[in-house]
């Protein structure tokens, strides 16, 4: 059951990191900064991305240190998305795309390493009273919260809208 359960996570999660990937590629150049809502469309892609490596992690811990983060240090600048305030930075689509991967990745190894002991237990974020295995629930959900905003934007200016990306779907690259 327990590697059923993180087949089926790992599934999740590349099929609405699919999802983001393609809105980032079918974002016009034009639209990549233009607001949506209160936000610019980079900002809701990195803030997606961003809250999906957090949570992929065992708290906040570390979080730096990670050679992606190290290796990308002027992309992630001052952290500005752990600051209680308006993010106001704005992202290269090229940057987006490599923490997309790196995402990927993130899942498919933290997910791997989950042992029923860890998935029972705590969430490792305070704020996050559940379960590690409803972490990960929340995660893909939240990531898809944000996929659709960007989806319904990209349809409303462009007429372009994402297919639905099934269990472990993996467009080719």
Known sequence: MLD????????QYEAVLAGLN????RCPDALWN????????CQIVFHA??????Y??????????QPFHRENAASFRDYEELEDREPVLLYERAFTKRYVEHCRA???????AETAAVLSGPSGFERRTFTRA?????NIRHLQDHVAQLNAHLAAR?????PWFGSGWREVV
């Open 134 to 138: 409803e972490l990960h629930i929340y």
């Open 34 to 41: 233009e607001l949506v809502g209160s936000q610019p469309f």
């Open 22 to 25: 393609f809105c980032i590629d």
């Open 56 to 65: 992929l992690g065992y708290g906040l811990d570390g979080l730096r240190d």
């Open 4 to 11: 059923t359960y993180k087949q089926v996570v790992v599934n």
């Open 158 to 162: 462009t007429g372009t809208a994402i």
């Open 49 to 54: 991305l961003f809250y999906g490596d957090v």
């Open 106 to 112: 993130k899942a498919a190894t933290t997910l791997a």
